[in-house]
């Protein structure tokens, strides 16, 4: 069986922003890391490829020369190949040419199950896999949380609205977007990542391949809004009571 996971390597959402509106990102370079929904799905790869010992797992990332770092890290944690389709970082691909490049790529290999993440953490549209999916001309189930595969067939439990759940049974080829699941993404281990720094990542450039004239373009980056600072309110509580009361007065909410 062959796997393929898409990833998107995106900003440590602990890092501090400091934007630059004019060019979309941020002013100062920011630690990055494979999306946390991409891990899940390489996870999910993973843990069938230690079912079925022929199987063999594909790493995928779109994106500028630091894509090469999140394809590193999928080796260490087990992939046995990674493919770096080299795209420059701004202005962002949207992900209709996304999928274009991936569908370029991927519709001549044969691969029989595609992973991606629910979602990337930075966007949140969860529209690159399904656009794949539909390019390929795959069956295509999202928010998957737990997956198991045979010979021709793919058996998933998928979340709906409300919480629901929905148990499928899918031919393959297919495409699968995990959602979440029991099982955590594993560690790297030495041995792997000692083989992934010797490792050269199959690199395609994406002005190679065939994509769509984009039709959106992004107007505005910006950060959240500051929510106003709030007011405690010092003394006992008969002085904090009578503050209390004049600031309700003063605002006329008496």
């Excluded at 509106?21 to 069938?48: G, M, T």
């Excluded at 770096?84 to 040419?97: K, N, S």
């Excluded at 790529?105 to 595609?114: K, P, R, T, Y």
């Excluded at 004239?213 to 002085?239: C, I, M, N, S």
Aim: hydrophobic share 45%; proline share 7%.
């Amino acid at each position: 069986m062959r796997l393929l996971v898409c990833l998107k390597q995106v900003w440590e959402p602990e890092s501090l922003f400091d934007l630059q509106e004019a060019e979309l990102r941020p002013r100062s370079p920011l630690r990055r890391k494979i999306s946390s929904y991409d891990e899940l799905a390489l996870e999910e790869a993973l843990r069938l490829k230690d079912r079925l010992p022929e199987a063999r797992v594909t790493a995928l990332s779109v994106g500028a020369a630091t894509a090469v770092d999140a394809l590193r890290r999928a080796l260490g944690m087990g992939a046995d190949q990674a493919v770096h389709i080299l795209a420059p970082e701004q202005p962002t691909p949207r992900p209709a040419t996304l999928a274009a490049w991936i569908a370029a790529w991927a519709g001549e290999q044969g691969f029989d199950l595609i992973l991606a993440g629910g979602m990337s953490e930075d966007a949140m549209q969860g529209a690159v896999g399904p656009m794949l999916a539909a390019k390929l001309g795959l069956p295509a189930v999202t928010s998957v949380i737990k997956l198991d595969a045979g010979s021709n067939a793919l058996e998933v439990e998928r979340e709906m609205e409300g919480g629901r759940r929905q148990r499928l049974s899918v031919q393959l080829p297919a495409l699968v977007t995990i959602q979440s699941g029991p099982n955590q993404p594993r560690y790297p281990t030495l041995s792997n990542l000692l083989r992934a720094k010797k490792t050269t990542p199959l690199t395609i450039e994406a002005v190679d391949l065939a994509a769509p004239l984009e039709r959106e373009k992004v107007l505005a980056l910006a950060p959240p809004e500051k929510r106003r600072a709030g007011l405690v309110l010092e003394g006992d509580t008969t002085q904090k009571a009578e503050r209390l009361l004049a600031i309700l007065r003063e605002r006329a909410l008496l």
